[in-house]
């Protein structure tokens, strides 16, 4: 089976030197250590060394460790804003982001996605509401790589507001980090605006092919995080084999710059291949490939069993209500692990099942007809 499914950007997921460290990792601590929060007997130098080579690649003084990336926003959020600050965030960002503003307990106002001419007139509400609160202060949060259209936040644009604006801004680069710049630091580096971002936050669940996640920023605010955020102070440290594997993985990260190039080969090999071939995969500018097709739920069901059943392609959809009726989005992830033969058998398999959609062929009460195991 082809699977362009996975969060595994680098291929790092069963990388030989990546498994030899888990399983010795594993085998020398077992998950139970360390056995306590890092406030109290969770603390060590391997958690404190990632951070401190996760604050130095990211060009930041300081990170914290966050025991999951999804988590980790919404109690980021929560501990970055009291009921007299402002979040304006962006309309499309990921889930994470707005679960952590619905549970906001003061004003945040919401920009549509990645216009800036919106972005500013919600600046100038909030600007306006903390005069005349005459306290708090506005944080703006969007994204470095939206991962459902792939197209990356404005950070240039939005940075460039800085000088207008009193804000901090916050950036959810789960899709970046790893993928975009020279060095694979992210959005930030991509745009040249990484100094402007005042605190970048990312997962290990997507680059790395791992679990936890990490803001980074100045000293003072990572501090104030670090003693004040619920879901690290009342929750159980990162286990050792994760914390020691996360640190191979950002090493690999660094200094196998092959890694990401390959990454981007097969990216660029499969948007081109999908133009050429007349798909539409809209705005993307980054190695997330949206496949955007007309059709219902049940003909986006049945040609996802045709495409795994009798292809070989396995790759989700999202379909009502996620999106509007009749609209189908395949969301494709290359990794450095694909070959130019998966990419060629994808790009073949997707030109015939089109033909079948536009045919009319999936507007079926069966699915396709399963080849024989």
């Not at 306590?36 to 969770?42: D, E, L, W």
């Not at 920009?111 to 007139?121: A, G, L, T």
């Not at 459902?148 to 940075?159: P, S």
Request: charged fraction near 25%; aromatic fraction near 8%.
């Amino acid at each position: 089976m082809i699977v362009w499914s996975l969060n595994n950007y680098l291929g790092l997921a069963n990388h030989p030197e990546i498994r030899k460290t888990d399983a010795e990792a594993a085998a020398q601590y077992g998950l139970a250590t360390p056995m306590g929060a890092r406030m109290m007997s969770g603390n060590t130098s391997q958690h404190e060394l990632l951070e401190k080579k996760l604050a130095e690649f990211e060009g930041k003084e300081d990170a914290i460790l966050l025991n999951y990336g999804y988590q980790g926003m919404v109690s980021l959020i929560d501990v970055l804003c009291s009921r007299h600050d402002v979040i304006v965030y962006d309309a499309e960002s990921h889930a994470c982001i707005i679960d952590g503003v619905r549970l906001h307990p003061g004003h945040r106002y919401v920009f549509k996605h990645n216009d800036m001419e919106d972005f500013e007139k919600q600046l100038q509400r909030a600007a306006h509401l903390i005069d005349k609160q005459k306290s708090g202060g506005i944080l703006v949060i969007t994204e470095g790589v939206f991962g459902m259209a792939g197209d990356q936040g404005k950070l240039k644009e939005i940075t460039a507001l800085k000088n207008k604006y009193e804000f901090r801004l916050l950036v959810d680069d789960a899709h970046g980090f790893g993928t975009l710049g020279k060095t694979g630091a992210g959005a930030g580096e991509a745009q040249g605006v990484q100094d402007q971002v005042d605190l970048y936050f990312s997962t290990f669940a997507k680059s790395m092919a791992s679990i936890g996640a990490f803001v980074a920023g100045p000293k003072n605010i990572i501090d104030y995080i670090r003693y004040n955020i619920r879901s690290q102070i009342f929750a159980k440290s990162l286990p050792m084999p994760l914390v020691i594997g996360n640190l191979k993985r950002l090493e690999l990260l660094i200094t196998r710059p092959e890694m990401k190039q390959k990454l981007w080969d097969n990216a660029t090999k499969l948007q081109n291949g999908l133009k050429e071939r007349g798909f539409d995969i809209g705005n993307t500018d980054s190695v997330v490939t949206p496949v955007y097709m007309k059709g219902g739920v049940e003909e986006a069901t049945a040609m996802v069993m045709d495409l795994r059943e009798n292809y070989g392609i396995f790759c989700s959809i999202v379909v009502y209500p996620v999106i509007p009726k009749g609209h189908i989005i395949y969301r494709l992830i290359p990794t450095a692990t694909h070959t130019d033969e998966d990419i060629k058998a994808t790009l073949n398999a997707f030109e015939v099942t089109k033909k079948k959609l536009d045919a009319g062929e999936y507007k079926v009460a069966a699915i396709p007809h399963m080849a024989e195991a």
